[in-house]
T-cell receptor, first 115, second 112 residues
Framework: DAGVIQSPRHEVTEMGQEVTLRCKPI?????LFWYRQTMMRGLELLIY????????DSGMPEDRFSAKMPNASFSTLKIQPSEPRDSAVYFC?????????????FGEGSRLTVL | RKEVEQDPGPFNVPEGATVAFNCTYS??????FFWYRQDCRKEPKLLMS???SGNEDGRFTAQLNRASQYISLLIRDSKLSDSATYLC?????????????FGKGTTLSVSS
């Protein structure tokens, strides 16, 4: 089975531009998570969905960030407008019932650089 | 106080050494604990769960101390391939679907 698929793998953009990151979770998984990782702050939870419904978005930094999950096989994380401090690796992960096994399956990440 | 705290290291050890990492968590109601491993420029992957009674998987032993709110990971007979960042992970509330909270990780470098 294919794992979690993220795109793009790398993106370099200029401040003020819109950035859209995409994620396809593992088929059958009912939870989808967006995390951001930086050296300073580590791996931070941004938002997560259960059955396509956002459950907790308290980690979303500000209104410039938005996430959607229009169906069970696709999610987007959008940053508009982007700023240099948004530079990070953005991971999407999926799971089936996290509390039981604690196993999240991560994508390879999208490395974002905002100049 | 952060929810999950780890010593960032790095821990530099020779092959064959035994090394231990600790992690503390702030929410005493936390029920589930895990260790993840992240190789350089890769995604995190589950290494092992941490059970109240402690558990072992080959050279790796994980333990939980609820009274002091810390978990530990012991690696015996370190291999070069053990070089990675080890992330302590907690589910802070005992309900289904709660998101995992990650520590910042402890970096291990094993040298020959």
């Amino acid at each position: 089975d294919a794992g979690v698929i993220q795109s793009p793998r790398h993106e370099v953009t200029e401040m003020g531009q819109e950035v859209t990151l995409r994620c396809k979770p593992i088929s059958g998984h009912d939870y989808l998570f967006w995390y951001r990782q930086t050296m300073m702050r580590g791996l931070e939870l941004l938002i997560y969905f259960n059955n396509n419904v956002p459950i907790d978005d308290s980690g979303m930094p500000e209104d410039r960030f938005s996430a959607k999950m229009p169906n069970a096989s696709f999610s987007t994380l959008k940053i508009q407008p982007s700023e240099p401090r948004d530079s990070a690796v953005y991971f999407c992960a999926s799971s089936y019932g996290t509390a039981n096994t604690g196993e999240l399956f991560f994508g390879e990440g999208s490395r974002l650089t905002v100049l | 106080r952060k929810e999950v705290e780890q010593d960032p290291g790095p821990f530099n050890v020779p092959e064959g050494a035994t090394v231990a990492f600790n992690c503390t968590y702030s929410n005493s109601a936390s029920q589930s604990f895990f260790w993840y491993r992240q190789d350089c420029r890769k995604e995190p992957k589950l290494l092992m769960s941490v059970y109240s009674s402690g558990n072992e998987d080959g050279r790796f032993t994980a333990q939980l101390n609820r009274a002091s709110q810390y978990i530990s990971l012991l690696i015996r007979d370190s291999k070069l391939s053990d070089s990675a960042t080890y992330l302590c992970v907690v589910i802070p509330a005992p309900k289904a679907g709660t998101a995992l909270i990650f520590g910042k990780g402890t970096t291990l470098s094993v040298s020959s």
